[in-house]
């Protein structure tokens, strides 16, 4: 019966550790712990993105015209299949992909700084720049989208991956809901943001998901192609090694038992 409860005593102090790490999971986990202290007045603004080198765009000229603004929309091709012969139809519109000067080639009017730009200044640009090229009495309408505007997210979250954001506007929360959240090991008080600028320059940023005034923050809004990283808690890592020993433990114990076995049937 002693030899027993010393076989026993590893088996109980690993799952006294593994229940440690359990309880430790639950502390920092509530998001926004002093929201009823914090100055929502300072982030009453609407965001813009701005448009980066290497962004693609589509830009749509209209009028009431529509022959005065057709050199303007430039289209591809889309192939399809129908009667097993492959044809085109369904033009797209052009992308301009926004090089590292921030510069585009646009339909006749050629090259334009959009980089800088929110959506509406690129418009406006575009709009003065063909007014020139057209009757005086045609009003143009412009349209900009970025096609291109994505956010990665890494980590300990649920469903890791790139993402592509229609709307040219996400928030760091609506980043993680994307990817299901944070899980129980994720550190949300030094969750890391990895920004790269339009002149390339990477930046590295801690946010503290615990803090309300997080909303506060001009790294709130996330820029196209960012990067969110969450990293392990202490727990994560603690469960990750007691696997690794654990298995560790059973293989040599395996063996001792074997060995002891065997041992004890060639002297006996």
Not at 18 to 40: E, H, I, Q
Not at 177 to 194: E, M, P, S
Request: glycine fraction near 4%; include cysteine; charged fraction near 20%.
């Amino acid at each position: 019966m002693r030899n027993f409860k010393r076989l026993l005593l590893p088996f109980a102090l690993v799952a006294f550790v593994l229940m440690l790490g359990s309880c430790g999971s639950t502390k920092n986990v509530a998001y926004f712990k002093n929201s009823d202290s914090v100055d929502l007045s300072k982030s009453q603004y609407l965001y813009d993105a701005r448009i980066m080198p290497k962004d693609q765009l589509t830009i749509t000229v209209s009028a009431e015209d529509d022959e005065a603004v057709i050199p303007f929309n430039m289209t591809v091709p889309t192939p399809y299949t129908a009667n097993q012969r492959s044809t085109y139809s369904q033009a797209m519109l052009q992308t301009y992909l926004v090089d590292n000067k921030g510069n585009i080639n646009f339909p006749i009017v050629g090259e334009l700084h959009v980089g800088g730009l929110t959506k509406s200044e690129a418009e406006a640009l575009v709009k003065e720049k063909i007014k020139p090229y057209m009757s005086t009495n045609v009003n143009p309408i412009v349209t900009v989208r970025m096609t291109g505007y994505q956010i990665s997210v890494l980590g300990e979250v649920t469903r890791p991956g790139t993402f592509t954001v229609s709307r040219e506007k996400i928030t760091i929360l609506e980043a993680l809901a994307q990817a299901g959240d944070l899980t129980i090991y994720g550190v949300r008080d030094n969750v890391k943001l990895i920004r790269e600028d339009a002149s390339g320059k990477k930046t590295i940023v801690e946010m503290n998901l615990n803090d309300a005034n997080i909303i506060n923050s001009p790294y709130y809004y996330l820029q196209q192609n960012d990067v969110v990283y969450v990293t392990p808690n202490k727990v994560k890592a603690q469960n990750s090694s007691v696997g690794s020993m654990t298995s560790l433990w059973f293989s040599a114990t395996s063996i001792l038992i074997s060995l002891t076995s065997l041992l004890y049937n060639i002297l006996k």
